[in-house]
Nanobody, 123 residues
Framework: QLQLVESGGGLVQPGGSLKLSCAAS????????AGWFRQAPGKEREGVAC????????YYADSVKGRFALSRDNTKNTLYLQMNSLKPEDTAVYYC????????????????WGQGTQVTVSS
């Protein structure tokens, strides 16, 4: 069964850090472009970051550049999002997705989605 399962969300104070994980099963994640998206209450889903299947190309939304970083552990078939210097406006449900093409990840999302993990940044 194909699954993407996110974890690592939670409540953190402004300026804090969290590391999200996206564990894949039923597909070899390194063969896909993959990324993170988020949706805050009352807002549309937005792309946060994407990485190409070769890991040579990355995309970060302007709002997270310099604060968030993508990585993969192919031995664990897992995608990560390290989030530093968190701000209240980063509060959202974060989803991971896998796409056949990097461009699809950046502009549309993915063919496969996880169920999401809540990130709340508040004092």
């Amino acid at each position: 069964q194909l699954q993407l399962v996110e974890s690592g969300g939670g409540l953190v104070q402004p300026g804090g850090s969290l590391k999200l994980s996206c564990a894949a099963s039923g597909l070899v994640l390194e063969n896909f472009a993959a990324g993170w998206f988020r949706q805050a209450p009352g807002k549309e889903r937005e792309g946060v970051a994407c990485i190409s299947s070769s890991d040579e190309t990355t995309y970060y939304a302007d709002s997270v550049k310099g604060r968030f970083a993508l990585s993969r552990d192919n031995t664990k078939n897992t995608l990560y999002l390290q989030m530093n210097s968190l701000k209240p406006e980063d509060t959202a449900v974060y989803y991971c997705a896998a796409a056949p093409l990097f461009s699809m990840c950046v502009h549309l999302g993915g063919d496969y989605w996880g169920q999401g993990t809540q990130v709340t940044v508040s004092s």
